[in-house]
């Protein structure tokens, strides 16, 4: 007894096994997510450079060489090549400002140096006058306290501390401070306003005045 088959049925399960038999097909996201997830997400600033630079490179090539390409597109750019050259000049005004506060930094370090040792240097003045006073009294010629006031005023030089005014030198008002106006005879063929006395020498730092040296001065007859 032969058995009755529907034709629709049959030709349903032929459909399903084929199915069944095709291998799935890769998807767009499972391609992504095993090749390409295996970098470091990070990179130095000097390869990052050396990168827009090749960019920067190749967008003059492409610029002297692909004029055609170029206006066939309309004369636009490559979006990549526009970011690539938007990135190289934020690169370069990065390191321009790098570069600018690396040297306001180092002048303002070394004006607050100058300025701490200046600060010192005041504040020893009036015991380098007492010493000063003091030998030229001649109270300190020999002895520890002259030993002492040796090595202090020798240590001192080491930061460029040095005494000035003298008499017989003109007047210089950067340097002097005036407190008396005399009459004095001057050496002669003077010419100009003279130091007779020197009152408190004046002391300076290299070529910064600390204290102007007060004197006595006359203007040559």
Known sequence: MTENVDPREQQAEEVVGAEAAEPSAPTAAGEASTGTGTGT????LQDFEQELEDEQDAVAHQAHHGGGEASGQGGQPHPDTALAAERLLDLQRLQAEYV?????VDRDRAMVQERAVQ???ETLLPVLDDIHAAREHGDLQSGPFASIAEKLEQTLTRFGLSRFGDVGEPFDPMRHEALMHTQADLPEGATETTVVTVLQPGYRAGDQVIRPARVAVADPQ
């Open 41 to 44: 997400g990070t990179e130095s």
């Open 100 to 104: 600018n506060y690396k040297r306001r």
């Open 119 to 121: 600060d010192v240097l």
